[in-house]
């Protein structure tokens, strides 16, 4: 039996083409399914980088689940809230 491999890529500031790069990487590593996860400022690159993939890469990628949120950030003495979206994508005949 094959075993689900998840890998984790946390989208940031660089440039989004690094960040579909790690997860084409990923794919060919064998995992059957990569979370790309952004939150603040990224949540809007973390989408770029899975429609990047869906229209460059993937024809056949699938969007598994998207989670929305808030994490709450200790900064000193105050919390801040923070948004974060989790996208688990996976390829089309891998499941």
């Known amino acids: ?9 946390v989208v940031g500031r660089k ?5 579909a790069l790690a997860v084409l990487t ?16 990224s949540v809007a690159k973390c989408v770029d ?4 993939l869906r229209n ?12 929305l949120g808030t994490d709450q950030l200790v ?3 105050r ?5 974060f979206i989790e996208i688990r994508i996976s390829r089309g005949g891998r499941s």
């Open 1 to 9: 039996m094959s075993e689900r491999r998840t890998d984790l890529v």
């Open 56 to 67: 460059s890469f993937y024809r056949d990628l699938r969007i598994e689940d998207v989670k």
């Open 79 to 83: 919390t801040v809230n923070v948004s």
């Open 26 to 41: 990923s794919f060919n590593r064998g995992s059957t399914e990569v979370v790309v996860r952004g939150r603040g400022r």
């Open 75 to 77: 900064l000193g003495d």
């Open 15 to 19: 440039p989004v083409l690094r960040y």
């Open 49 to 52: 980088v899975v429609n990047t």
